[in-house]
């Protein structure tokens, strides 16, 4: 059974984008990286790294970020790094918006929660989700093994949540703390089964 981890930046008070859908705040790519994976955020972290790890994402939206970061002015070494594998990395984006897709990536239209069931039965390492409303319908269905929060020290007030609303309780054991200049809290948890 391959492992299943929702990891993002998020604020000291809980949020993954405050008012507007803005990421100013995360100090990485601003308002562009639109939660693209929860492998991605390279940023001033580089917690990116555990993506190199990742061999498939599942995503809500696909980012306008990533194809192009590392042909940027001032892309920095782990961005142009961090690109390229998220490039090559297989995706599977669940939309009913949009009908298509780029950058090694599958679009998937119909229910979430069978697809990334079937997914986590498939061989293969660990995969990752992302977006707070897919992560949520994930963890409602308790598929997710893993939580990665990247604590970045402001409150913003409001915005999309790092948690939704959940139908019972998940208990989860602490496995791994970081801290990064800056004050930004790597957390690591697992989900007790």
Known sequence: MRK???GMSVTLDGYIAAPGDDLSWSGGEGRTRRRATSCSSGGPTGWGRRAWRCTGASCGRMSSHWPTA?????????????ARRWRDMPKVVFSSTIDKVDWNARLVTGDAVTEI???KTEDG??????????????????LIDEYVLVTVPVLVGGGTPFFTAQDSWVRLNLVETRTFPGGVLLTRYETRR
């Open 4 to 6: 299943l981890t929702f």
């Open 70 to 82: 590392d042909q940027q002015p001032g892309a920095t070494p782990a961005a142009i790094e961090y």
């Open 117 to 119: 069931t079937r997914l």
């Open 125 to 142: 390492g660990p995969m990752d989700i992302c977006g707070a409303t897919l992560a949520g319908a994930a963890m409602r269905a308790g």
